[in-house]
């Protein structure tokens, strides 16, 4: 989304006295409202991400003798632009990371289910830690949506296989918005 078209959104909701952020546009999908921003942002831009969900075959104690379960390790993917272009990676944090030298942490700050149950939910995330002077060094917010795949392996964690890693492919739309001052419309 251009900012041009998010700045004619968010006039819009300044114009209708809504005091909140930009939360739908032709190309962002309705969020359920816990995945809604509580503050007044401006989007950044948005990006594909391709790549993997990392996790890991650990041993659970039961009362009953030990269990196992596949549990989330990180992110992996390759951020990708509009035009196909390479924009920067994503990984363990999260972390999203330009060649410009910007980057942002995230924490999950609300997670909505996915439309279908074979992709991992969608994700309102906070900046936690962000850094340089380049596209992501202003980012507040991430919407993690639009998911396919990625959901964790329904089988072959068991014993004998704690430590094991199950790399599962997934793609996702990312949105980044910045914080606007209520005086700067």
């Not at 190309?27 to 996790?55: C, H, N, S, W």
């Not at 269990?67 to 632009?81: A, D, H, L, R, V």
């Not at 990676?89 to 997670?111: C, F, I, N, Q, Y």
């Not at 439309?115 to 936690?128: F, G, T």
């Amino acid at each position: 989304m251009n900012n041009l078209i998010g700045t004619a959104i968010i006039a819009l909701g300044a114009a209708a006295g809504t005091t909140g952020a930009v939360q739908a546009s032709a190309a962002m999908p309705a969020v359920a409202d816990a995945l809604k921003i509580a503050a007044r942002t401006e989007p950044v831009f948005e990006a594909r991400i391709a790549g993997v969900q990392i996790y890991l075959c650990t041993r659970k104690s039961a009362p009953a003798g030990a269990t196992y379960e596949w549990q989330f390790k990180s992110p992996e993917g390759t951020m990708i632009g509009a035009d196909g272009e390479i924009l920067g990676t994503h990984s363990a944090g999260p972390s999203w990371e330009m060649p410009d030298g910007s980057k942002v942490m995230g924490e999950v700050l609300a997670r909505a289910p996915a439309p279908a149950a074979a992709d991992i939910p969608w994700l309102l995330l906070k900046a936690r830690s962000v850094g340089g002077p380049g596209k992501l060094g202003d980012v507040a917010y991430i919407h993690r949506l639009q998911t396919e795949g990625g959901v964790a392996p329904a089988a072959g964690c068991k014993d004998g296989n704690e430590g094991q890693e199950a790399r599962v492919p997934y793609s996702a739309r990312y949105y980044f918005y910045k914080e606007v001052s209520p005086y700067s419309y």
